[in-house]
């Protein structure tokens, strides 16, 4: 667009710096039937851009399946929320803070983490546990270790002060994230069924509420910096990044959980991304009402901030509620008892339009149906890539005597070793419900003072969807179930957090869309609906975008603790199985790219009737106590999930395997594949089963000794696979 | 038994030690917030883990000026046992209840996993149903130092109630997690009523979290 067929009297270079294009501010001209004032201007940024409006992706996720037995809230309110039985509800989300973080690691992750526990608390429910999912580049990259350090270290300042437990998550390292790291933190919250609460403001009149923290100047503008490319001057952005004061939270939390119990409150939104805006739009939509705001009336930490700053502010801390008016002092009290500010700062009114006044003076008045059902919607154009091809692996060039020092050197790689550096920096035992620690398949919390559990698992394998987005969609769904399977619970729903590049490329159109195709054939053929979400693109740098990255938290329900299963070898002279059949499919393998350094061929594709047939034979043999130990199948292949079950029991294994193409066999990726653990006693009764449900099931070894054996040719101690599994972390950070 | 769980803003660890002593107790401890001014009729006060003012300033330093804090020290110059955990801990020296300090850990990370303790008094009503217990720490600022008089003070005064060792007991340079001097992991003051350590053991209370050797430090008190 040229300056010269600029009509507005608007400066052309304000509204882009807004963000906005030309045609969206036409349309706010059309709907307003006058040019906004820079107030206004600031609030239709903050809602249109990509992190808020979902303008890109809000057509490709309506084809995701998010209802369910189970499912009491899908997505669209500030979390998911699924029953799990004893009128008590599970409530979830994951987000993403991939910008902030890459510009200041500390902070953008610790808000990271305190935003999406206010997306829980919001709903009534106390926070039980938190995950992540994280992605660096490559280990070389100089950025890399500072990154790493920062995040680590802001999740655990964050999570620790307020005493969540953060009881899992995932982390890989990839040279396609050098120039935008992923920091996806995920909640879950337990509350009661019949005590949710929700975002629709209602009854003309009513109080409207400021909680929390006092209004900064920090982080204006940050989820219009977070639907933007980076570039080389990224750090210049800094100060649109919020910083987190995970006290304040606390007192939040607990202040918010007491007035909850009071029956006070009507509607509840947290201040996230766009602060005072989202919150007061997305309150006054939902509830089909209209707000008037008295901006004068906002606990400001600053002096002199104008209207357009405090409706912009990404302070943290903060919620807004519409009251009972009856209960406003009892309100009062409880935030004053907090020492939190708790401040009427306007009224629910009939008019349907958002009034901002300050001074006694109006600042904006927009009507929010513009604001939006208005707010752009895009069918971007998409291209579908090719899946990547089957390339010939030649049996001859392997030879069986590296089978060996290939595991070590796979086990020690950052990929695939031990996170325990990482996870000992999180409390992942406060509040005493912590059941199956991180380095498990799923984490397992109890659910306080109760017999039942939920476990949860975050997961993702961008190769995969990168080279074939359909099944990388699917596979993401799927290794969340069988890990969830895998701990001995029945995977309910699924929250993800979409991460991709700039949508107004075709090719990563293209990518999004396949991928939801692929997540949505699982969700629907396994019953695992998605009940809440985020999407966030535009993570490229300089034009180089991310691989795909739809990061799947995945929740199920252990219904008795005392079926929960992890993966750690329990008995010598047990018999260790395989289910599901194993071509040896080392094309895109962590094999090729560890060892040979190959991201190359076809991806592991998944039957999702074999799938779903051999997780719920696993489950049926959890449920009868036949099984002591269980471990999916995930990258590396069955080896390396062997060698993580005998480092978690400190005990060895003797494995016979009769295959010519050995490395195949063990290191190959088939899908829909597990390793159970059987006493003697019980071997007949898992083969009977087995036969049962028709599935594969081949006896791969005993357990017993200190080393882990091949065939009685190669063999390892399982003192050195957990020396070499432990060391990189350490060693990496501590240079 | 009547046991008092004081709770600061930002205290964490106040429900968990408070089902810990119901469980081994069967009866119910009172929480007591910070501003409130007395603890009478108690028989043990607990000050829990947690990040009480968020740890800002220095850690306990702004929980242990709380108005509670004088009945505390009060009743714990009466004879009342007093535990503090984990910032309970650091609170209590705070208020110069117990000696030393706590400073970063030396990793300068924080870390949580579960550690090897031993009991080195043996006698006192924390520690004597103690031996060689297992428990989980999770803190930022528990290396414990104190000045060679206090250390040799509560050394010589058998104040110290555990330290760190292996899992065979052996008090080793392996086995400090935090660089805590002579691996101190609690002690006890003067009069051996007040007991502060790192560790947690309402987190090791009962064997579906792994581990339950944290309760013969409460049953020792309930004994």
Redesign the interface.
């Known amino acids: 667009m040229s300056i010269s067929n600029w009509k507005y009297n608007t400066e052309q270079s304000l509204v882009e710096n807004h963000g906005l294009k030309h045609d969206e501010f036409e349309s706010i001209v059309e709907g307003l039937g006058r040019e906004p004032n820079l107030t206004e201007l600031g609030i239709f940024s903050a809602m249109w851009n990509e992190h808020c409006s979902y303008k890109s992706s809000k057509y490709w996720l309506k084809k995701l399946p998010t209802s369910g037995d189970r499912v009491v809230q899908g997505p669209g309110e500030n979390a998911g929320v699924i029953d799990i039985d004893d009128g008590d509800v599970a409530v979830f989300k994951m987000e993403s803070h991939n910008h902030p973080s890459f510009i200041e690691p500390y902070q953008g992750a610790a808000t990271g983490v305190g935003g999406i526990l206010r997306d829980v608390f919001t709903m009534g429910a106390r926070p039980v546990a938190n995950l992540n999912a994280l992605r660096f580049g490559e280990i070389d990259h100089p950025k890399t270790k500072h990154l790493l350090s920062g995040v680590v270290?802001g999740i655990?300042?964050y999570g620790?002060?307020?005493?969540i437990p953060t009881v899992g998550g995932e982390v890989n390292f990839h040279p396609s994230y050098n120039g935008n790291i992923l920091v996806n933190a995920m909640t879950v919250g337990i509350a009661k069924k019949d005590k949710i609460f929700y975002s629709a403001a209602a009854g003309i009149g009513n109080p409207v509420v400021y909680v929390g923290s006092k209004t900064g100047r920090d982080g204006i503008h940050g989820a219009t910096m977070a639907s933007a490319e980076f570039d080389d001057d990224s750090e210049d952005k800094k100060p649109t990044v919020q910083v987190g004061?995970?006290?304040?939270e606390?007192?939040l939390l607990e202040a918010c959980l007491e007035l909850m119990k009071q029956e006070a409150i009507i509607a509840i939104q947290d201040m996230g991304a766009a602060g005072l805006t989202s919150s007061s739009i997305e309150m006054a939509s939902k509830g089909n009402v209209g707000l008037e705001i008295d901006l004068t009336k906002v606990p400001m930490r600053a002096q002199n901030m104008t209207a357009y700053e405090l409706m912009l502010s990404e302070s943290q801390e903060r919620m807004l509620m519409v009251i009972d008016p009856t209960k406003e002092s009892l309100a009062r009290n409880i935030f004053r008892k907090?020492?939190l500010e708790f401040e009427v700062i306007g009224k629910v009114t009939d008019t349907k339009n958002l009034v901002l006044n300050m001074n006694g003076k109006e600042e904006a008045c927009i009507p929010i149906n513009i604001l939006v059902e208005d707010a752009p919607e895009y069918q971007r154009d998409y291209v579908i890539r090719e899946p990547s091809k089957r390339i010939k692996i030649i049996q001859d060039q392997f030879d069986q005597k590296t089978i060996i020092p290939d595991l070590i050197e796979m086990i020690s790689h950052p990929n695939l070793c031990s996170r325990k550096w990482i996870?000992?920096?999180?409390?992942?035992?406060?509040?005493?419900?912590?059941?199956v620690?991180p380095g498990s398949d799923a984490a397992v919390v109890?659910v306080h003072g109760t017999n039942k559990g939920i476990a949860i698992s975050t997961d993702c394998s961008p190769i995969y969807c990168k080279h074939n987005s359909f099944e990388g969609g699917k596979h993401a769904i799927v290794e969340t179930w069988r890990n969830i399977i895998a701990s001995g619970a029945l995977p309910i729903a699924v929250t993800d957090c979409m991460n991709f590049g700039n949508p107004e490329k075709p090719e990563i159109m293209g990518e999004f869309v396949e991928c939801i195709r692929g997540m949505a054939e699982s969700c629907s053929y396994l019953n695992y609906p998605v009940i809440s979400g985020n999407v966030s693109l535009y993570n490229e740098t300089n034009g180089v975008g991310i691989y795909p990255t739809p990061a799947i938290g995945g929740v199920g329900l252990i219904k008795d603790?005392s079926k929960t299963m992890t993966i750690g070898l329990k008995n010598e002279g047990n018999i260790i199985c395989v289910i599901g059949e194993t071509s040896g499919h080392l094309n895109m393998s962590q094999y090729l790219s560890i060892i040979k350094n190959k991201e190359e061929g076809c991806v592991p594709e998944i039957n999702l009737k074999i799938e779903k047939k051999n997780g719920m034979f696993v489950l049926d043999c959890i449920e009868g106590h036949l099984t002591v130990s269980v471990h999916d199948i995930g990258e590396g292949g069955l080896l390396i999930a062997m060698s993580e079950m005998c480092m978690a029991g400190n005990l060895g294994v003797q494995i016979e395997v009769k295959k010519e193409f050995l490395h195949a066999y063990l290191f190959g990726e088939d899908q829909g594949r597990y390793l159970i653990e059987v006493s003697e006693k019980n071997y007949e009764k898992v083969i009977a089963l087995a036969k049962d449900y028709s599935i594969y099931i081949e006896k791969l070894g005993v357990v017993g000794g200190t080393d882990l054996k091949i065939n009685h040719l190669n063999k390892v101690s399982i003192a050195q696979l957990v020396e070499k599994n432990s060391e990189f972390f350490e060693k990496y950070t501590g240079e | 038994m009547k046991s008092k769980v004081i709770v600061f803003p930002g205290s964490n660890c106040d429900r968990d030690v408070a089902v810990a002593i119901k469980k081994i107790s069967g009866s119910e401890p009172q929480m007591v917030w910070h501003k409130e001014t007395s603890l009478s009729n108690s028989d043990l006060i607990i000050v829990p883990g947690g990040f009480s003012y968020g740890d800002y300033l220095r850690c306990g330093a702004i929980a242990s000026t709380s108005p509670i804090i004088n009945e505390v020290v009060k009743k714990a110059n009466e004879g009342v046992p007093v535990i503090g955990i984990c910032n309970g801990f650091q609170i209590l020296i705070e208020t110069s209840l117990l000696d030393g300090a706590l400073i970063r850990n030396n990793s300068l990370s924080f870390i949580c996993r579960d550690v090897y303790i031993k009991s080195e008094n043996q006698t006192s009503i924390f520690t004597k149903k103690t031996n060689i217990a297992k428990m989980p720490i999770a803190h930022n600022e528990g290396n414990y130092f104190a000045s060679d008089e206090t250390l040799k003070k509560i050394v010589g005064n058998d104040q110290v109630a555990f330290k760190y060792c292996n899992q065979e007991g052996e008090i080793t340079f392996q086995s400090n997690p935090n660089g805590s001097l002579e691996n101190i992991a609690g002690i006890l003051n003067d009069r051996k009523n007040v007991l502060g350590l790192m560790p947690h053991p309402e987190r090791a209370a009962e064997s579906a979290l792994g581990c339950d050797d944290g309760k013969y430090i409460f049953e020792s008190i309930l004994s």
Do not use: S
């Open positions: 270290e655990g300042g620790n002060c307020i005493g004061d995970p006290f304040t606390k007192l907090w020492d996870w000992e920096q999180y409390d992942h035992m406060v509040m005493a419900d912590t059941i620690r109890r603790l």
